[in-house]
């Protein structure tokens, strides 16, 4: 059993990604979602907690892999948010503990967070109409930078933040028909991006 935690999980748009890439491999996959917030709409094994509060009274080298999307909004440049020193940081934290526990990891986010920027994906290198710009920090393993196609012309893509394009379109254009909470589609990571990144790390 190839277990992974996805630490920050949110509705789990990467759990459903490495989900997938484990099916990809036929490899058997168990699911852990860690995160603060109720999570009625993510599909795997959940449970509430502060990952800090979680990492305290759990063995991270039981697991075989570890995905972690810190909150965003911190580094993020949405005009809206006024006070963006409200959200945590957590980035530094978390890297400090992943690289230190020796285990295959990804930690996302925005492109001007404070990670290594070892990979950049866009919504454009798989045929998608979001462009979502986000960086990985990769541990013990890398994956070759793919092409950054350029952009098709304004009003070609999505751009899902708001209310602007409505659930439905929300839905359709990050490949997540599970859930209708907007806020959350918002913040997710497209499934493609976590499934590229693992198939990757397991060969293909």
Request: glycine letters at 6%; aromatic letters at 14%; charged letters at 25%.
């Amino acid at each position: 059993m190839f277990k992974i935690l996805d630490m920050f999980c949110g509705i789990g748009g990467s759990s459903m990604g490495l989900f997938q890439a484990c099916k990809d491999n036929n490899i058997n996959a168990s699911i852990i979602g860690v995160d603060i917030f109720d999570m009625p709409d993510y599909q795997f094994k959940f449970i509430k907690d502060d990952i800090f509060n979680y990492i305290e009274y759990t063995d991270l080298n039981s697991f075989n892999f570890i995905w972690a999307s810190p909150p965003c909004q911190r580094y993020s440049v949405c005009k809206n948010i006024k006070d963006l020193t409200m959200y945590g940081d957590f980035c530094v934290d978390i890297h400090n503990i992943l690289e230190s526990s020796g285990i295959p990891y990804v930690i996302e986010n925005v492109p001007q967070a404070p990670i290594r920027k070892d990979l950049l994906l866009c919504g454009e290198m798989f045929n998608m109409r979001i462009i979502r710009h986000r960086i990985f920090e990769l541990g013990t393993f890398k994956i070759e930078q793919p092409i950054h196609k350029k952009h098709k012309p304004k009003g070609y893509y999505t751009t899902v933040a708001g209310h602007m394009a409505g659930i439905r379109k929300y839905k359709e254009v990050m490949e997540i028909d599970w859930s209708n909470n907007w806020k959350q589609l918002a913040e997710a990571v497209p499934p493609r991006y976590a499934r590229f990144i693992l198939n990757k790390y397991f060969g293909r």
